[in-house]
């Protein structure tokens, strides 16, 4: 009994591991890349592209399903088909013409700047030497609000697809700072001991003051610590700069008295 149970336990786990394997691989194939960079250094994010939703074209004799970064969803289609050909007449045949795991992204049409190309392809031979391709042009278009359907052009084994797209568009770069505070620049030893003298000063004057105040109970003027020196100062700048304009222009007498 117990070991009918460990059989359909395992049984039961390798079918979950194969489900969530498989789920892992779908995911990783259906989805377009978040970022791609360009041959000039642009940087593009893909990843609000439409990759879910199939794109459709009707052709006189064909039609043409596609899908541009995950398998499309016509079902008669190939497996692993994203862009899928096949007639309007009877009997009708469902061709790849683009396999999702042949994805390729290279510079938009115009330039590297201005969108990016998604390249299908199916190894099978189309004609001698040539192989069925798919190009998807996806054309930055700000003035859109989602990726619309622009034209097609069917050959005879390449196919070329352009749409507008505001997903296709230059990933903007915001500066390293932007939104945020910018962070001071460092203080030069002048800005520090200017600081530091005002920090000083606040600090004599109003401790000085507050002991003379309330410890040697004085008021007025006499309140400044050393306050006969500090009221000196401005007749000492005048006593200062009369004696070196003397002794510049040579006029004038010295107010100093020789002892």
């Known amino acids: 009994m117990n070991s009918r149970i460990q059989t359909r336990g395992r049984s039961l786990l390798l079918v979950f591991l194969l489900v969530l394997q498989h789920s892992f691989s779908v995911l990783s194939l259906g989805s377009c890349p978040q970022e791609w960079t360009a041959s000039d250094g642009t940087i593009y994010d893909l990843s ?5 939703v199939d794109f459709v074209w009707v052709g006189t004799s064909f039609t ?10 016509q079902p008669k289609c190939p497996s692993g088909t994203s862009v899928c050909k096949y007639n309007n007449n009877e009997p009708v045949t469902y061709i790849s013409v683009g396999d999702l795991n042949t994805q390729a992204i290279s510079d938009g049409k115009d330039g590297p700047n201005t969108g990016v190309t998604i390249t299908y392809t199916n190894p099978a031979v189309c004609s001698p030497n040539t192989i069925f391709t798919t190009n998807i042009y996806l054309v930055c278009d700000k003035t859109v609000t989602e990726t619309t359907f622009v034209q097609f052009s069917p050959g005879t084994c390449v196919y070329k697809i352009t749409m507008n797209s505001p997903y296709a568009c230059p990933k903007e770069i915001k500066n390293k700072n932007d939104g945020k505070e910018s962070l001071p620049e460092k203080l030069g030893g002048g800005s520090i001991f200017l600081i530091a003298l005002l920090c000083a000063s606040v600090l004599y004057f109003g401790v000085g003051s507050l002991v003379r ?11 400044l610590p050393h306050a006969d020196f500090w009221l000196s100062i401005p007749g000492l700048v005048k006593d200062g700069f009369l004696f070196t304009k003397n002794k510049i222009t040579g006029g004038g007498s010295s107010t100093y008295q020789k002892l």
């Open 48 to 52: 609000l592209l439409p990759g879910s």
């Open 213 to 223: 105040w309330k410890g040697m109970h004085q008021t007025g003027k006499d309140i």
């Open 64 to 73: 043409y399903s596609w899908n541009l970064c995950m398998t499309q969803t």
